[in-house]
């Protein structure tokens, strides 16, 4: 859990087998870290599983309806583990924690993640509806670092973008408009 499994992991992870059980778990924080999961066996294709008992996935279109399986559409996750919302932010927490069509009077969390049913009942998370990413555990709205830089006054535009340098690790890169130094970039954005 935390990241994404590469399939070079899986591939990896599949030569402990039967030796070890290997789950792959999926969830954001807001759902309580874990929603679904999936036992990884020699012949498992990569994807995030089933929920599990008292968590509820739905996939949904721009209008809120239920999509069919094979539909890609966004990830909302309703059950036990959704949290209240976030702490002194009641605007994000109305805008991502919502009534739950399905189940009065309950709530669903809208996770910004892109996912379709499977035929055999599993779940395959495709990406983002947004330009979130996660590096080292860390989530980050890259729009909110060019907007940052684009208040700097000799940066006129900026763009960020999440690119693999090294191995899987990923790293920010910023591209900027106007003669200014990196260094001073990296000490603007501290502050």
Not at 14 to 29: D, E, F, H, I, M
């Amino acid at each position: 859990g935390g990241e994404a499994l590469p399939e070079k992991m899986y591939n990896d992870l599949r030569k402990l087998l039967p030796q070890v059980a290997v789950l792959n778990v999926y969830g954001p924080t807001e759902a309580t870290i874990w929603s679904t999961w999936l036992p990884v066996h020699s012949s498992t294709k990569v994807n995030i599983g089933k929920p599990l008992i008292g968590e509820y996935v739905y996939i949904l279109n721009e209008q809120g309806q239920l999509l069919p399986i094979g539909e890609a559409g966004e990830l909302h996750i309703a059950g036990t583990g959704v949290t209240r919302g976030y702490l002194n932010r009641p605007d994000l927490t109305s805008e991502k924690f919502i009534a739950n069509p399905f189940r009065p009077g309950e709530r669903m969390y809208k996770t910004g993640d892109i996912g379709r049913w499977l035929p055999d009942g599993n779940i395959e998370c495709m990406g983002r509806v947004d330009d979130q990413v996660k590096i080292r555990g860390f989530r980050i709205e890259l729009d909110e670092i060019s907007s940052v830089l684009q208040t700097h006054g000799i940066v006129k535009e900026a763009v960020v973008v999440a690119r693999i340098v090294t191995g899987e690790e990923k790293e920010l890169i910023a591209y900027t408009t106007g003669d200014i130094p990196a260094a001073e970039l990296r000490n603007f954005l501290k502050g």
